[in-house]
T-cell receptor, first 116, second 111 residues
């Protein structure tokens, strides 16, 4: 049972480069989320998706782009990486509950990104 | 002011002792509450949901105080394996389940 996976697990890039972080889940969960985690801030939502082709901004979307052409994949792209985007990025997924809202979120192992 | 605030700790706890810590939230419309556990350099994992009447899961007890807008977590008979960061998580009630995460409380259980 693969669950939710992220790739790459570690990435070093330079300012101005485009970077794509991949997220793949095998549960067919409707909801998927991207968070970043920085010291002192906790997890902050970047983007989320309620279903394929439905995405929306979270708390800190600037500088990021997402797409969701298939239910199982939710890539996150940094269009032009900046040093402030150095962080740990977590993808999460959840299924819909009885009322249609997401239930418990399951997190991937994270991607550690360093922007030089 | 942050939506969800936690004492970062660390709480240093002797093995076998009890430790408790709180989390405060600012949005009175918050609908549901959770504690997640995060081990060093790992992903967060759900520890337990927090219900209005309070709930237990083995050695863990969670309480909710809506009037004062805080939730608490108590760990009894602490084990070395309980060493982790505990994240307070609040669902502010949007239909898509927007979760607000606290920055976490670190617990270190010592032999």
């Amino acid at each position: 049972d693969a669950g939710i996976t992220q790739s790459p697990r570690y990435k070093i890039t330079e300012t101005g480069r485009q970077v794509t972080l991949m997220c793949h889940q095998t549960w067919s969960h409707s909801y998927m989320f991207w968070y970043r985690q920085d010291l002192g801030h906790g997890l902050r939502l970047i983007y989320y998706s309620a279903a394929a082709d439905i995405t929306d901004k979270g708390e800190v979307p600037d500088g990021y782009v997402v797409s969701r052409s298939k239910t199982e994949n939710f890539p996150l792209t940094l269009e032009s990486a900046t040093r402030s985007q150095t962080s740990v990025y977590f993808c999460a997924s959840s299924e819909s509950g009885s009322g249609g809202a997401p239930e418990t979120q399951y997190f991937g192992p994270g991607t550690r990104l360093l922007v030089l | 002011r942050k939506e969800v605030e936690q004492d970062p700790g660390p709480f240093n706890v002797p093995e076998g002792a009890t430790v408790a810590f709180n989390c405060t939230y600012s949005n009175s419309a918050s609908q549901s509450f959770f504690w997640y556990r995060q081990d060093c350099r790992k992903e967060p994992k759900l520890l337990m949901s927090v219900y209005s009447s309070g709930n237990e899961d083995g050695r863990f007890t969670a309480q909710l105080n809506r009037a004062s807008q805080y939730i608490s977590l108590l760990i009894r008979d602490s084990k070395l394996s309980d060493s982790a960061t505990y994240l307070c998580v609040v669902n502010i009630g949007d239909s898509w389940g927007k979760l607000q995460f606290g920055a976490g409380t670190q617990v270190v259980v010592t032999p």
